[in-house]
């Protein structure tokens, strides 16, 4: 193959069912270790946030949890468990919509149906709550690897969330660590010279994206992906992931600003 | 390294500059064999909408254009050139809000900023339309470049597209052939043996956005990408991208159907 040619190898990385308590860099580990893969320079890791979630002992019984009078009447409204409802308003910064099976949040900064709470991939009856600290726990297992393998690493904590209009799940960043996330390409330009309209580039998204190719939703027990050759930058910082406001958002801008109003005179 | 692992590789394929009226087939088998890669059974192809829109002659000189009165009003509030905004009109099948910057609309059955309208990677006083039909056009290309190297392969003519109140582009599929685009999980189970509840798989776009990764955004000339290895499955169609309807969208579900109406009554 040509030298000049700029090239990624993605490596799905198959481990055992993780339990709530595991220690999911030491599972890493032994994984890397039995499928033969030494992290180099430069690699990233894209780890499934429900994994990470099981980990940290993110699991909750729902049996456990009493809904209140606003999951009962907001878990009939978007057909939800209102027991899960319960902890969709426990766990988000805000709800200001829905569909039947998924209510709009925030949840950590991020656009979250349902607050991010999983039900698949828990064990029955229970739940998995999104990561407590994506951003610090990406930061916290890149520390650990990157020392046990003497390289620069980097870490995502991805998620699946559908797109406007879209059938099926795409990936998502919910936290990351040692590289820059969204590329600014403002002082970049197109292939006449001219400086970019287009000038955000979402690499931890994309990145996540290309890790569900081999994750897949289901049962495969692949919850860590190993990509190796990404043009990324590296940093040694764990940088928060960058959103925009709703009014700057092509989606939301003149759309949700007056109906948030309503939802929330709808169901004070 | 373990022969049981999971792993796809990408390559970028650095091109000429594409001109209006080039074949693309023929630039991409000269840039092939020029990075000594020879395509094999299974290999995807990701092409970037705006090489293929303009080797199909779909540039548009902006001085040629003159706005009606509904794009100068439109074009005056969404701070649009209003001969672009009288493009967006005549491509888009309907528009239903904005921001400053990006008008949104649907597109060849897709939403899409500006109907998709790049004046970035266009000669300067001039824009980029989508291709015609995203769908023929990728399937035209595959039966060509199958023939030429006797293996199956899939290819898709990917876009950028912003996520909702997320800062930077992941990719979008525009038109397939040769694989399934969206993979229906709900004969699947998660680890714990329990039918799915995410069920859909959007694994068209998430090859986009892997591609994306190599592409950039920027003068790199890479306007395509061929994955190797994605556990995809090819099939002898080019098959319709599923989109879902507004009303079962999460993000638009409650939100904007009633907003369509004002846009409606204020733009009329």
Known sequence: MNPEITSIQMFGIKTPIIKAGDDIV???????????????????????????????????RLDSITPGEKALSLGEKYCIDPREMELVLQECD?????????????????????????????????????????????????????????????????DSRTQPLRLGCTGIALGVSGFVPVEDARGSFDIFGRPLRITY?????????????????AGERVPCVLIRG???????????????????????????KCRKEDFEKENR
């Open 26 to 60: 030491q599972i890493i580990e032994a994984s890397l270790q039995a499928a033969d893969l030494v992290p180099v320079d430069g690699d990233i890791f894209v780890l499934a946030e429900s994994a990470v979630g099981t980990a940290e002992n993110r699991i909750v």
């Open 94 to 158: 805000e709800i200001f919509g829905g569909v039947p099976g998924a209510a709009l949040t925030i949840t950590k900064g991020v656009l979250s149906p349902n607050a991010g709470i999983d039900a698949s991939n828990a064990p029955e009856g229970y739940v998995v709550l999104l990561p407590k600290d994506p951003r610090k726990t990406s930061e916290n297992i890149r520390m650990r690897l990157e020392q046990r393998y003497s390289c620069r690493l980097g870490v995502i904590i991805g």
């Open 201 to 217: 580039k979402a690499v931890a998204d994309n990145l996540v994206s290309a890790a569900e190719l081999l994750m897949g939703e």
């Open 230 to 256: 990404a043009p990324v930058k590296m940093i040694d910082e764990s940088p928060e992931m960058p959103t925009i406001s709703m009014e700057g958002c092509m989606y939301f801008g003149n759309v949700i």
